[in-house]
């Protein structure tokens, strides 16, 4: 049985910066990281190839799983912000996680991300423009480096990294078994054994499922979190282009007249394109857009997304999230599509209606009635924030803005952990977005650099 040092599972923005700065500050240690996905230059969704029209369901899924994680091919975004994106101030405190999220936009930028350029919410009029109208405007700066700047950079850090770092690609981690503090042998997929004293889960949104059953194995606490379900909505660029133009991404919060719920903006990709994800068997929509101006669209898309937080007795918000995105499936082979119009007006987009439509999708979905799948709670919400939007917006009600669904986000239950991210079994740590404390690409690399620096330090 050989053994390492450190062993972690998962190579998303977590597992980078963790090996970026094992890799740049001097010590000893020996590390192999552990990833069900592909390297970088061999994650190629078959859509984004020409290969498909639709998702073929490939396992893993390249746009969720492999180095970089699911940012990876997922626009390349980074907020540097505490108002949204997780909770690592919680922890570390707010001007050390800012601090980090800063130090992590440096390296993004020594690696080739220098000319992307650095947008901020700080000094906007939009701000203004939305409280008139009853929105709220979160403040952040913003490095939008595209999917294909963002690809060549995490190839960049791969690079300098890969001869430091022990990788196992397309390998899952089957089984952890902890003897005790600092003591711990793991079995993956393909029948191998390692131990190791310290080991870091950084498994990601897609490995919620498998953390949750490691911390219930071992008596670590986790607190339910919420699932966010909504939709991905797709206009004509020039509707949002006065906001785009100014802050790049508007993360917009509006409480509901009908029923005091908060509907928020996320993942807001202008000139780009719609794509669908593969998370454990189940499509969902997500939105990416490129560096590359010849490789831009003629439209913006972004989320709509409702947040649902649930009480006793009920306690698997995932599931939840998961069966609604079951019946998206199970209505529209995938990812279904719809006017906004028909939508308001009680009636299924068709194909005949679809191709009267002067938005032109950017994802081959079904034309099918959203209001089968979505409740009518979140889609009520959903129909009102379009309104409200429309006010800064004008042009974001009309008819022909399309509706993909279903959009999901899932979180994983927080896992308990310490200021440093660790569990109570000693070397055992949790971070990134799997662990439930970060939902955003910053605050997940700033927690691998985090407990990257503890590392260093204890093998130095």
């Not at 209505?331 to 299924?348: C, S, T």
Request: proline fraction near 2%; aromatic fraction near 8%.
């Amino acid at each position: 049985m050989k053994k390492y040092d450190i062993i972690v599972a998962g190579s998303g923005a977590a597992g980078v910066f963790l090996s970026y700065e094992l890799t740049r500050i001097k010590n000893n240690a020996s590390i192999l990281i552990i990833d069900k996905g592909a390297p970088v230059e061999e994650r190629i969704c078959p859509i984004s190839a020409g290969k498909s029209k639709t998702c073929i369901k490939c396992t893993p899924c390249h746009i969720m799983n492999g180095y970089g994680g699911a940012g990876t091919l997922s626009d390349g975004k980074y907020n540097i912000t505490t108002e949204f994106g997780g909770d690592l101030h919680r922890y570390l405190g707010r001007a050390k996680a800012m601090e980090l999220m800063e130090y992590v936009d440096s390296v993004l930028c020594e690696n080739g991300g220098a000319e992307a350029k650095l947008y901020s919410t700080e000094n906007s009029d939009l701000k203004t423009l939305a409280l008139r109208n009853n929105l709220h405007l979160l403040q952040a700066k913003v490095r939008h480096l595209g999917t294909d700047r963002n690809a060549k950079i995490l190839q960049t850090l791969f690079d300098q990294t890969k001869e430091r770092v022990d990788f196992m690609f397309r390998t899952c981690v089957d089984s952890v078994d902890v003897r005790g503090d600092h003591d711990f042998v793991i079995t993956t997929s393909k029948g191998d054994e390692f131990e190791c004293s310290d080991l870091v889960l950084a498994t990601g949104r897609s490995g919620s499922k498998w953390i949750s059953k490691i911390c219930e194995e071992n008596g670590i606490a986790q607190k339910n979190n919420r699932v966010d379900i909504g939709v991905r909505v797709e206009l004509p660029a020039e509707i949002f282009k006065p906001i785009t133009d100014a802050v790049y991404e508007a993360k917009l919060v509006y409480k509901t007249d009908k029923y005091t719920d908060m509907v928020r903006t996320f993942c807001m990709n202008p000139y780009g394109e719609v794509v669908a994800e593969n998370t454990n068997g189940i499509i969902t929509v997500n939105g990416h857009s490129y560096a590359d101006e010849g490789l831009r669209t003629e439209n913006t898309n972004f989320a709509l997304l409702v947040s649902n937080k649930f009480t006793e007795p009920f306690e698997d918000s995932n599931e939840y999230g998961e069966s609604i995105a079951r019946l998206s499936n199970m209505l529209g082979g995938g990812v279904l599509m719809q006017r906004f119009g028909d939508l308001v007006k009680g009636r299924r987009s068709s194909e005949r209606r679809m191709e009267k439509c002067f938005t032109r999708p950017t994802l081959q979905a079904t034309p099918g009635d959203l209001s089968l799948v979505i409740p009518k709670r979140q889609l009520d919400n959903i129909i009102e924030m379009v309104y409200a939007l429309d006010k800064i917006a004008p042009g974001t009600a009309n008819e022909d803005t399309l509706l993909y669904g279903v959009e999901v986000k899932f979180y994983n239950s927080k896992v308990e952990v310490d200021k440093n991210l660790e569990t109570k079994v000693r070397g055992l740590y949790a971070l990134g977005d799997g662990s439930g404390v970060t939902h955003s690409l910053s605050q997940a690399s700033a927690s691998g650099v985090y407990v990257g620096r503890i590392l260093a330090e204890k093998y130095k």
